[in-house]
């Protein structure tokens, strides 16, 4: 499901496997886990997060198979991926993902919901799905997204015209901020930009009430009562 590997101020929280690291229950939970885990830590405000994950995949989004096996986990899935985001939010540390394979629907938001975005230019772009298979944008997702990606004529692209972006145009578009040659390159630039941060000396209890303050409305919409059951349906990319 996930790792978690300490090196020195840097903690590296990996998806393991080479599936599609569907956003189902199970994973979730093995997540949050592990940013408890993190957030315990004595050294945590001194830290940087580097979420990454092996194979194709990022994250394929929810678990669509499950879900459609089960409709009653539809609700449940929503809201821990709410608790996910808000968890990644108030976490009193910068957080880094390293995008290494394609990231779609939920597992965009994923990868949004930290500070910065890393990419693999030689395999993988970054996909909201819900144009291409008929189903609305939950309204969450939409907060963060208008957060997140500054240009209009970007939120445009991803969001109306279904996009898959690929790192160089995510660097154009603003929402990744740097692309690297492979995988290990990417992690690489990642463990090189948290050492950077780390030496900066942030206090992270401020560093994270700042960022709380700067996506107040992304939180406020997190603990709204919108019915999760049309986000999760469906939501992710045909491959």
Known sequence: M????????LFLL???????????????DAIRSAINQIRSDPSSSQSVLITTADGKFFSNGYDLALAERDPSLRF????????????????PMPTIAAVTGHASAAGFILAMSHDYILMRRDRGFLYMSELDINLPVPAWFMALIRVKIGSPAARR????????VTADRGLEM??????????????????????GIVRVGFDG????????????EVLHTLGSNESASTGVRNSGSKL
């Open 2 to 9: 996930c790792s978690l590997e300490k090196r020195g101020r």
């Open 14 to 28: 990996k998806l393991t496997g080479e599936g599609e690291h569907r956003l189902n229950p199970t994973l979730l």
């Open 76 to 91: 449940p899935m929503d809201a821990k991926l709410r608790s996910l985001v808000a968890d990644l939010i108030s976490l």
């Open 157 to 164: 692209d991803v969001m109306l015209t279904a996009e898959k």
């Open 174 to 195: 603003g929402i990744v901020d740097s692309a690297h040659g492979s995988a290990a390159e990417t992690i690489e630039a990642a463990v090189k930009l948290g050492d």
């Open 205 to 216: 209890h401020v560093y994270g009430r700042i960022r709380e303050t700067l996506l107040r």
